[in-house]
């Protein structure tokens, strides 16, 4: 994340907004919170925010009139991020016909969610998260990994691993500062992170003729270059 991002949530739930704006702060964004529509268009309209996430069934003004009439009336250009417990197409479509610019659907995981969240920031500041080494390449807006023409499919976690590796190659990252970036607080039991390097590796580099993922005992690790 370029800085700090500011955030609107907009959320009638109000455990729901707790958790998922403790989430996002947790993250590094500043979250602001409107509990309805009306407040939510007062808010968008007023102050500047990098991008809204934004209920579709709210009191007052419904998550669409308040996308369209930011859209058509204030003429904002934020990222909107629009929120539903139906995943029904025709919900999605309306969404999208109103100006969001992307869609979730509840339950969903707030690491995606911040994900989503980062990436539609990215794109509106006109910068990409593309990495690329020895043949590897790892887009974290789109969460593609690709080994020259072969697409690699990886778990959540193991794509945030290796994006740690990407982004700080040539350096050795720790094995710390891993299980940080990647359960914060929470930290997993020794052979936790041993566990997911080696499904990354199973990935990532059995299948082609050199290894990219290097161990340096008692250092950590790195992407050879």
Not at 194 to 203: C, D, E, I, M, P
């Given at each position: 994340m370029m800085?700090?991002?500011?955030?609107?949530?907009?959320?009638?739930?109000?455990?729901?907004?707790?958790?998922?704006?403790?989430?996002?702060?947790?993250?590094?964004?500043?979250?602001?919170?409107?509990?309805?529509?009306?407040?939510?268009?007062?808010l968008a309209s007023s102050e500047t925010f990098d991008a809204i996430v934004l209920d579709i069934m709210l009191p007052g003004l419904s998550g669409l009139e308040v996308c369209q009439r930011l859209r058509a009336e204030a003429h904002l250009a934020t990222p909107i991020i629009m929120l539903t417990a139906r995943d029904q197409l025709d919900d999605?479509?309306?969404?999208?016909?109103?100006?969001?610019?992307?869609?979730?659907?509840?339950?969903?995981?707030?690491?995606?969610?911040?994900?989503?969240?980062?990436?539609?920031?990215?794109?509106?500041?006109?910068?990409?998260?593309?990495?690329?080494?020895?043949?590897?390449?790892?887009?974290?807006?789109?969460?593609?990994?690709?080994r020259g023409d072969t697409e690699i499919k990886l778990s959540k976690t193991l794509f945030d691993i290796l994006q740690i590796l990407m982004r700080e190659s040539p350096a050795i990252v720790p094995r710390a500062t891993i299980e940080r970036e990647c359960w914060g607080d929470d930290l997993p039991d020794s052979d936790t992170l041993?566990?997911?390097?080696?499904?990354?590796?199973?990935?990532v580099d059995r299948p082609f003729d050199e290894a990219l993922i290097e161990t340096l005992p008692g250092r950590g690790y790195r992407i050879r270059t």
């Open positions: 800085g700090t991002s500011s955030i609107l949530l907009v959320e009638d739930n109000q455990d729901l907004a707790e958790t998922v704006g403790d989430f996002l702060e947790s993250q590094g964004f500043v979250v602001d919170y409107a509990g309805d529509g009306r407040t939510a268009l007062h999605k479509l309306k969404g999208f016909d109103v100006g969001a610019d992307d869609y979730l659907v509840k339950p969903f995981d707030l690491p995606e969610l911040a994900a989503r969240v980062g990436a539609l920031i990215r794109r509106k500041r006109g910068v990409t998260n593309v990495y690329e080494l020895g043949g590897l390449r790892l887009n974290a807006d789109t969460m593609e990994v690709w041993r566990s997911h390097l080696y499904n990354l590796r199973r990935a």
